[in-house]
């Protein structure tokens, strides 16, 4: 009897799952296709994709990362590369108002994006900080709670946001 199941595929960088046919991975950004050139200066290679924007970069107009806490380098565009970056979870929006954040994730939630809050959680009263998930009505003691989305929702997610509410 045939298994059913398709061959799993793996990012030989982050060890997360890609697809077979994929020219790079989609979570960290690295390159598994030959000659991939930069989509800023065209007659260089790219040395990886932007995890953001899709964007392959060559060493001028990209680099490499680490998410806190890992030791998985991720690939930015310099235009993104001051983003906070959470186990694939990129920071949209920052806010201390609390309707605020629940509306834009609202917003975000209604054209089937996958949004999420969190706030940064002080672990016993030291400096060391882990990012814990925000529930209605939850007390949080930082100074923002952090709407963010996959990274590949990101470009989207940013165009929402910056438009108009509809009534």
Do not use: W
């Amino acid at each position: 009897m045939p298994d059913d199941k398709q061959d799993d595929y793996v990012c030989s960088n982050c060890g997360r799952d890609i697809n077979e046919d994929d020219d790079f991975c989609p979570h960290c950004g690295a390159i598994f296709a030959e000659e991939v050139l930069c989509g800023e200066h065209p007659f260089n290679e790219a040395t990886g994709v932007c995890i953001v924007c899709g964007v392959p970069c060559c060493d001028e107009c990209g680099h490499t990362t680490r998410e806190p806490g890992s030791d998985i380098e991720l690939f930015l565009c310099n235009h993104h590369s001051e983003y906070e970056i959470f186990e694939g979870m990129v920071k949209v929006l920052g806010t201390r108002d609390v309707a605020e954040a629940e509306l834009a994730k609202a917003r975000l939630e209604e054209v089937g994006l996958h949004p999420a809050l969190f706030h940064l959680h002080t672990i016993r009263g030291k400096r060391l900080v882990e990012y814990e998930p925000y529930d209605a009505g939850q007390q949080f003691n930082t100074k923002e709670l952090k709407l963010m989305v996959p990274c590949g929702e990101v470009v989207e997610a940013e165009n929402i946001l910056r438009s108009p509410a509809s009534s």
